[in-house]
């Protein structure tokens, strides 16, 4: 997929325009990604846009809301909004 998403871009983009472009693309794209990609994207898309994980823990019956979460939290405070958007378009992981 990251392919596909490295062909949508144009020459000239700002990084911010890049990330719109992939983030569109994969929405809008029928692709087959694992779970564990899914959630990975999910994570960089939500610190790429919010910032490190800043609410709190869904319910443990809440399975896909606690995995989404854990996800983004295990990103941390270390990752700038700006490498989550470098490593979302450019299929870093």
Same mark, same amino acid.
Not at 58 to 70: E, I, L, N, R, Y
């Given at each position: 997929w990251a392919t596909g998403c490295r062909a949508k871009r144009q020459s000239g983009q700002t990084m911010q325009e890049d990330f719109e472009s992939a983030s569109e693309y994969i929405r809008k794209? &029928? =692709? %087959? *990604?694992? @779970? %564990? @990609?899914? =959630?990975?994207?999910?994570? =960089?898309? %939500?610190?790429?846009? *919010?910032?490190?994980c800043n609410t709190s823990k869904?319910?443990?019956? @809440?399975?896909?809301?606690?995995? %989404?979460? &854990?996800a983004w939290k295990a990103l941390g405070d270390g990752m700038s909004s700006e490498e989550a958007k470098r490593s979302n378009h450019a299929g870093g992981f």
């Open positions: 794209a &029928s =692709l %087959k *990604v694992s @779970d %564990k @990609d899914q =959630l990975k994207l999910y994570a =960089l898309f %939500k610190q790429a846009t *919010v910032g490190p869904p319910s443990m019956f @809440d399975f896909t809301g606690s995995a %989404k979460w &854990s």
